[in-house]
């Protein structure tokens, strides 16, 4: 469907494209597609101002920023918790080590 909007826009007709990015819009949103909706709102930024409609072009720019910042958001979130993660079985195992040392090192009681 982006590829029919994309051929709108190569042959200059921005009201025909931003009609099948709407579409197209409301599908990516159905899979909860983020990739494919920051695209599709960025192109409809653009097919807006080609219009000179520059009230929506700036409402779709600042919904594919508002997206892009809670999908960068929940990304960091991503990272941290497997950053977390890491950090405790790197702990863990240098515990394991300290116990290992602390058995080989000591002296053997009977």
């Known amino acids: 469907m982006i590829e029919m909007a994309e051929i709108q ?42 219009l000179g ?15 892009e910042r809670k999908r960068n958001e929940s990304q960091n979130v991503s990272q941290l918790k497997f950053l977390e993660t890491l950090h405790e079985l790197e702990n863990s195992q240098l515990q394991k080590n300290i116990i290992e040392l602390k058995i080989k090192n000591s002296p053997i009681r009977s």
Request: glycine share 0%; proline share 2%; charged share 30%.
């Open 53 to 67: 409609n520059f009230e929506e072009a700036l409402t779709q720019y600042r919904m594919y920023h508002e997206l």
């Open 9 to 50: 826009e190569r042959k200059n007709n921005p009201a025909k494209a931003i009609e099948i990015y709407k579409n197209a819009l409301m599908e990516a949103e159905k899979v909860s597609n983020d990739e494919f909706r920051l695209r599709i709102l960025l192109a409809l930024h653009n097919n807006y101002k080609l």
